[in-house]
């Protein structure tokens, strides 16, 4: 049986995919694939992730 971690980004305009278990930014319950989604893009635009418009 294959576990499914992966799950979107929680930030509302993201479209990446994050996994909870590699590399995913934590924060309130929700992961994010970035700092600056976390952080609610207050001082950054953007994940720096290609093709994301968040
Ligand atoms: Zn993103
Ligand atoms: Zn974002």
Do not use: R, W
């Not at 924060?27 to 290609?50: I, L, M, P, T």
């Amino acid at each position: 049986m294959t576990t499914v971690t992966q799950m979107k980004c929680a930030c509302e305009t993201c479209l990446c995919i994050v996994n909870p278990d590699a590399g995913a930014v934590e924060k309130n319950g929700q992961y994010f694939c970035s700092e600056a989604c976390a952080n609610g893009h207050v001082d950054s635009k953007g994940c720096g992730h290609s093709g994301c418009g968040c």
